[in-house]
C-alpha cells in the first residue's frame, strides 16, 4: 500500500511541522518520519478514508485515522497522539 500523496496533507501542514520539530526525527521522504533507524510515523489512504501509522514502543504500528480536511479537535488529537509515542519512544531508546 502507497503513502498518502503531499498534497493531500496540506490541511495537516500546521501539525506536521510541528512533528517536523520534534528532535532526532529524520524525514527520509516527505511525510515519513523515522527516529533514528526505527520508522516512526507515515501516512496512508484508501477509498477516502486517511490515517497515519505511528510506531509504539512495542514495535507494533498503531493506525490513527486523521479525516480529509479534519476537525481543529481531531488535528488537536492527532498531534498529542503522535506526540506521546514520540515521548514514549525517545524515553525507551
Given at each position: 500500500?502507497?503513502?498518502?500523496?503531499?498534497?493531500?496533507?496540506?490541511?495537516?501542514?500546521?501539525?506536521?511541522?510541528?512533528?517536523?520539530?520534534?528532535?532526532?526525527?529524520?524525514?527520509k521522504?516527505?511525510?515519513?518520519?523515522?527516529?533514528?533507524?526505527?520508522?516512526?510515523?507515515?501516512?496512508?489512504?484508501?477509498?477516502?478514508?486517511r490515517?497515519?501509522?505511528?510506531?509504539?514502543?512495542?514495535?507494533?504500528?498503531?493506525?490513527?485515522?486523521?479525516?480529509?480536511?479534519?476537525?481543529?479537535?481531531?488535528?488537536?488529537q492527532?498531534?498529542?497522539?503522535?506526540?506521546?509515542?514520540?515521548?514514549?519512544?525517545?524515553?525507551?531508546?
Amino acid at each position: 500500500m502507497g503513502h498518502t500523496k503531499p498534497a493531500d496533507l496540506l490541511d495537516l501542514s500546521k501539525e506536521i511541522d510541528a512533528i517536523r520539530s520534534l528532535t532526532g526525527l529524520r524525514e527520509k521522504s516527505p511525510n515519513v518520519f523515522y527516529f533514528k533507524s526505527i520508522p516512526f510515523l507515515h501516512f496512508h489512504d484508501k477509498d477516502g478514508v486517511r490515517w497515519a501509522d505511528v510506531k509504539s514502543v512495542s514495535g507494533q504500528w498503531r493506525r490513527l485515522e486523521i479525516n480529509f480536511e479534519a476537525s481543529a479537535n481531531q488535528r488537536r488529537q492527532f498531534t498529542t497522539e503522535v506526540r506521546t509515542a514520540y515521548d514514549l519512544l525517545t524515553k525507551s531508546k
